[in-house]
């Protein structure tokens, strides 16, 4: 009898994908593989649902093709499941999952992306490490490993004996918790190079100083012309204080079968020490150890921004427990307690203000330098300040779940994505320094034995190479870019969520906009108050206000909030009726109006003038909701409602259009009058109008034929618009915008979509500058060192001058001007 096929469903969350192609790639490969039946890949939310035969392929097979094609996966929490035709069959073919546990670690003493390279292959080759990514502009370690192969202490002894301090970052998350880790609270490095005390209370700092005071002793001691062995003496003191933590990582690197910079000087160090060149050497070691130093607290700077976010919420706060007052850990503190929050403090978690008032900076946030007043229903942000009054919130989010954690995680994962730049460079770095090795290595060789030269001098020039064949500084050139952009993009209160987006956001060539709650409000607003002749305007908000005081609906709100901006004093009036649908009728003393619709003031019989039909129709033209006001004698007046544009949409278009961005759509399901008068407000040339989410969905597509094609929503109706554009932007609430879009607009406010247009292009720039910069720089020094027209010296001066410029430039990113 033929066994039935066990068929097994997998859930599986897949990392990596960049657009929509991506996951379409995917899904065809996963297809392709035999005993897969059914694959499914979304982009949007990164989940991978394959049904596949459990006897013909296995998971690991699964998750290998996927790894293969470039991207990262793991088991989602979605439970697989086994559909078969019968229970045997089922238990047959169980298999118990692999226990994993994941660990974030935080590294210290990298100093360019070579050695980042270096951690990820040592922790890859222990026995239970599964997963391992290492990002060197967040110093950060993610390592997946099964804690019944091994533990904590052998991850981080293989760490420490490659030559970098670890420490753990965060609380280990068994079976991959798909959560937002709680901001851990750093210590800022103290990267002041002017301040002594960063040289001698820094391990590094005092190697320099140390290998710098064995340098200049040793020249004493060598124009005193003191015996040979004195002077080598102190040379050599500062070769091994500087020398041996290099030399230790260039061993690790050895022994994983890769070279990096540290292998490369220590071997060009011994070189010129065999070669009786012991100042050289001294010197050689000076300036790379100087330089790396310069180069890692100069970067410091820029890595402190996030530690300083980290740092916004306070570690205690005080809750109020029935009539007491007790300061907690805001780990502690659970949804629903009530926060009491004095002037001149910062808020502990996110929450509703349920008593008191005030004014709340929110910049560390949003963005905005104006403080923001509070009231109560208001909600506010942990990591804000309290400026002038007594508050007391509700809490809505753990210490875990807070927007200032969403976005502290946010940015560590952008600022460690590779962007598409970047991985073209660590493509290029694979190969290039092989091949100069192979140079290096004929140049020392070939001379000598084929045509007899000197090996002294051919050796040396050999060495001169190697120190030139590690590419620090044009591997280091886009990530430092990189995370400069998306830090100064942080406190603009505009969040990129990688790399790949930070690029692609100045390449734009169309942006195409939703209409509700992106350029308008997404509330109505009274435009206009028309009275017919028998009352006057005020009047007619007044009565309109006072019967729809007690109502929730959207049109009554915004009719109260006029009357009280204009500062109108309600009455209350009597014999209150509703009429759902149409409107409401309610009595001043004996006289009886009604507020609503057209359809209620045909049913009281009260009949409409040819001039208030016209003045209806002329206003349903443009879009707008009329509500009518009248009594029992006829109609006295109508208040004109509709979308109300936002503030700065305006001039948002504008600035857009300042930046050379000139094909912009708007696209709404609105009717097609409401789209041209909106349009033409703002200066849009082109909409669409009376369009369905698929409708939007296929213009998206459309325009993505002929360039990069951006889109603006609120996050909510418009996200499949939002997944198929090649980069989109939420200026919706935080919570959805974190989880729809790219790049994300905490505060709302539509003029910063020309700013992050402006910091793209000012990062794209900036290291296409750095590259070509590197790229000339190393093949100028290639060219001179292999005729011999530099020494050891000057090419670790090359090497790590070139490597402090592109710091310094893609740092400028940090501190750019940028248009507002």
């Known amino acids: 009898m033929t066994q039935t096929p066990s068929i097994r469903t997998q859930a599986l969350q897949v990392g990596g ?10 899904e065809v490969s996963l297809q392709q593989l035999r005993g897969v039946t059914e694959a499914s890949v979304s ?12 006897q013909i392929v296995s998971e690991k097979t699964i998750f290998d093709r996927i790894k293969a094609l470039g991207y990262t996966v793991e088991q989602s929490h979605e439970a697989a499941t086994h559909l078969s035709h019968s229970h045997s069959c089922d238990h047959d073919h169980h298999t118990d999952a692999v226990p994993t546990q994941s660990l974030q670690a935080k590294i210290g003493g990298m100093d360019c992306g070579g050695c980042a390279k270096t951690v990820e292959v040592g922790l890859q080759q222990i026995a239970g490490v599964l997963e391992v990514s290492v990002s060197f502009a967040t110093q950060r370690a993610d390592i997946l490993y099964n804690p019944q192969q091994v533990n904590e202490t052998a991850i981080f002894d293989r760490i420490k004996t490659l030559g970098y301090t670890v420490e753990q970052s965060d609380e280990t998350s068994i079976n991959h918790e798909h959560q937002h880790p709680h901001p851990v609270r750093q210590q800022s490095q103290n990267t002041d190079l002017t301040n002594w005390k960063f040289w001698i209370h820094n391990r590094r700092g005092l190697s320099v100083i140390l290998a710098g005071v064995g340098l200049v002793l040793g020249l004493i001691t060598q124009y005193l012309a003191l015996p040979i062995w004195i002077v080598r003496a102190f040379y050599g003191i500062g070769i091994i204080v500087a020398g041996f933590p290099i030399a230790r990582a260039g061993l690790m690197e050895l022994r994983l079968r890769r070279a990096d910079m540290n292998l490369l000087m220590t071997i060009s160090v011994i070189g010129a020490v065999i070669l009786g060149d012991w100042f050289e050497a001294a010197l050689v070691i000076f300036l790379f150890s100087l330089g790396t130093t310069l180069q890692i607290f100069t970067f410091g700077r820029t890595r402190n921004a996030i530690s300083n976010l980290m740092n916004l919420t306070p570690p205690t706060a005080t809750i109020r427990r029935g009539s007491q007052e007790v300061t907690v850990r805001v780990e502690e503190i659970q949804v629903g307690e009530t926060l009491t929050i004095r002037p001149g403090q910062r808020v ?27 009231e109560i229903g208001d909600r506010v942000f942990a990591g804000t300040l309290n400026q002038t009054g007594f508050l007391e919130v509700k809490v809505t989010h753990t210490a875990a779940d807070t927007t200032v954690a969403k976005i502290v995680h946010l940015v560590e994962v952008a600022q460690s994505s590779r962007a598409p730049s970047q991985q073209w ?6 190969v290039y320094t092989p091949i100069v090795i192979m140079i290096a290595i004929a140049l020392a060789l070939i001379p000598p034995l084929v045509f007899a030269q000197s090996f002294d001098i051919w050796l040396y020039r050999a060495l001169v190479l190697l120190v030139i064949a590690c590419p620090c500084a044009l591997v280091i050139s886009t990530p430092v870019s990189i995370v400069s952009a998306i830090g100064a993009a942080t406190r603009q209160g505009i969040l990129f969520k990688g790399g790949n987006s930070l690029e692609t956001a100045g390449k734009l060539t169309s942006l195409a906009f939703d209409k509700t709650g992106t350029l308008t409000q997404g509330e109505p607003v009274v435009l206009q108050v028309k009275e017919l002749g028998e009352v006057s305007a005020t009047q007619i908000l007044l009565i309109a206000a006072a019967l729809e005081q007690q109502s929730e609906h959207p049109l009554a709100r915004a009719i109260v909030a006029k009357a009280r901006e204009e ?9 209150f ?29 009260i009949s409409l003038s040819l001039a208030a039909e016209s003045l209806l129709g002329e206003m349903e033209n443009l879009g707008q909701t009329p509500v009518l006001v009248g009594n029992s004698q006829g109609l006295l007046g109508v208040i004109s409602l509709a979308d109300g544009l936002r503030l700065e949409a305006a001039s948002s278009v504008r600035l857009l259009k300042k930046q050379g961005l000139q094909h912009l759509v708007m696209l709404t399901g609105d009717r097609t009058q409401v789209a041209q008068q909106i349009a033409q407000q703002l200066d849009i040339k082109e909409y669409k109008a009376e369009l369905l989410p698929e409708d939007k969905l296929q213009i998206i597509q459309q325009m993505r034929r002929s360039g990069i094609v951006g889109m603006v929503g609120d996050g909510i109706n418009d996200a499949p618009a939002l997944a198929a554009a090649d980069i989109s932007f939420a200026v919706g609430g935080i919570d959805i915008a974190l989880e729809t879009a790219d790049v994300v607009l905490v505060g709302g406010d539509l003029r910063r979509l020309a700013t992050a247009v402006d910091l793209s292009r000012r990062t794209v720039k900036v290291i296409q500058q750095n590259i070509v910069f590197s790229l000339v720089t190393k093949a100028l020094f290639l060219l001179l060192g292999t005729f011999g027209f530099v020494g050891l010296a000057v ?4 090497d790590t001058g070139s490597s402090l410029f592109v710091t310094a430039n893609g740092m400028r990113l940090f501190r750019a001007k940028l248009s507002q």
Do not use: H, W
Not at 582 to 590: K, L, M
């Open 567 to 575: 500062g109108i004093e309600l009455e209350n009036p009597q014999n």
């Open 425 to 430: 460079v660590d493509k290029f770095a694979e």
């Open 348 to 374: 502990a978690l996110d929450g509703v203000v349920v008593s008191g008032n005030s004014a709340i900076d929110q910049s560390p946030i949003t963005g905005e330098s104006i403080p923001e007043d509070k």
């Open 795 to 798: 090419a670790v001066l090359a």
């Open 43 to 54: 982009f949007a939310t990164e989940k991978v649902k394959v049904s596949y035969d459990s």
């Open 17 to 26: 994908m960049d657009c929509g192609s991506c996951a379409k790639t995917i």
């Open 577 to 605: 009726i509703a009429y759902p649908g149409r409107g409401i009728t309610a009595n001043f003393g004996t006289m009886q109006y009604f507020v609503g619709n057209r359809r209620l003031f045909v049913d009281q019989g």
